[in-house]
Nanobody, 123 residues
Framework: QVQLVESGGGLVQAGGSLRLSCAASGSIISINAMGWYRQAPGKQRELVAVIRSGGNTNYEDSVKGRFTISRDNAKNTVYLQMNSLKPEDTAVYYC?????????????????WGQGTQVTVSS
């Protein structure tokens, strides 16, 4: 069974910083892309940033230059460093990973989700 466990959310003032972490555990063969999504109240979940196994990254336009996604393949962990936070960044942040697990070795990689962590930015 594969699990994604997130940490690092919280309350911060505008202009502040937070670092989110997401660790994948279980019987993992390999991990492809890892990313962060967010969902604000009354809005659809949106992709914030993604990092592929080779290190290539993509960011949602509103976070470019403020957020940095990185990963530690040895620890099966993805990070999101968030700087210059704005009230509009307030949302529940979800980790996502495309993982080839032993439990589904014959069918290939599957998307897994973390439980979500609340980020609140006060003005």
């Amino acid at each position: 069974q594969v699990q994604l466990v997130e940490s690092g959310g919280g309350l911060v003032q505008a202009g502040g910083s937070l670092r989110l972490s997401c660790a994948a555990s279980g019987s993992i063969i390999s991990i492809n892309a890892m990313g962060w999504y967010r969902q604000a109240p009354g809005k659809q979940r949106e992709l914030v940033a993604v990092i592929r196994s080779g290190g290539n990254t993509n960011y949602e336009d509103s976070v470019k230059g403020r957020f940095t996604i990185s990963r530690d393949n040895a620890k099966n962990t993805v990070y999101l460093q968030m700087n210059s936070l704005k009230p509009e960044d307030t949302a529940v942040y979800y980790c996502n990973a495309n993982i080839w697990a032993m439990s589904s070795w014959a069918t290939g990689a599957t998307d897994y989700w973390g439980q979500g962590t609340q980020v609140t930015v006060s003005s």
